[in-house]
């Protein structure tokens, strides 16, 4: 909604302003001036003009006021629709109800006796009342699952026939050759590997920059 384009104040407006706003207030002169409410009152706080309202005046602000915050929120008396159907739990009602519940489906038990489900339920807990035949919920039929055989592996000519996988293991990794220093030092194994380091070496001492005595193997040539 587009605003209205301002208005200048006339100095005959002013002059009307200036001799009812004390006496009348703010609602007369908008309705002389054809101005709104709120634009009076801006031009009299600009002219340092005040209103004093007599307590009658008060009292009709106050209800003019509560009047029209109140406009937009009255709501209208709400009208129930007639209906056929019986609501409140009668004898008759009761009576339909322990004719229709054991054989009947929820649906056709609401229809019949014009109850909501859950006063149904409460209602037919409460007289002991219960469900045969196709009125009972049915039971979800358990549905074979059928396992699929594992599928045979093939493997290749010259290795171990153990199906590894079928039995849910993992196949042994093979253990790598052991070096002379995977043996203790004082075993043969770690001799003879420490033989076979220096075979054909030559060893050679002498003092290094730090003063330390130092022996290296080299190849004899």
């Known amino acids: 909604m587009k605003r209205p384009a301002y208005k200048p104040w006339s100095e005959t407006e002013r002059a009307t302003l200036i001799a009812l706003y004390s ?5 007369h002169v908008a309705s002389v001036l054809e101005r709104p409410r709120q634009g009076v009152r801006q031009q009299a706080m600009r002219l340092k003009l005040s209103f004093q309202p007599t307590p009658e005046q008060r009292e009709e ?10 406009a937009g929120h009255a709501k209208p008396e709400k009208t129930k629709a007639p209906c056929g159907r019986p609501t409140a739990f009668t004898p008759e009602v009761e009576a339909i109800l322990r004719r229709v519940w054991p054989t009947a489906t929820v649906v056709e038990a609401i229809e019949a006796t014009g109850l909501s489900k859950t006063r149904l339920n409460i209602h037919a807990t409460r007289l002991g009342l219960g469900r045969i035949g196709q009125a009972r919920r049915k039971v979800k039929e358990v549905k074979e699952v ?5 599928k045979p592996v093939k493997e290749a000519p010259g290795f171990r026939t153990t199906d590894f996988r079928s039995a849910g293991k993992k196949a042994p990794k093979p253990e ?8 203790p030092m004082n075993s043969p194994q770690y001799k003879e590997w420490e033989a076979s380091l220096y075979e054909g070496r030559q060893a050679v001492s002498f003092i290094d920059s730090m003063n330390r005595p130092t022996t290296i193997y ?3 040539a």
């Open 23 to 27: 006496t009348h207030g703010p609602d």
């Open 61 to 70: 602000y106050a209800r003019n006021a509560a009047e029209v915050r109140w």
């Open 146 to 150: 059928k396992v699929k055989a594992p």
């Open 176 to 183: 790598p050759p052991k070096r002379g220093y995977h043996y």
């Open 218 to 220: 080299r190849k004899v």
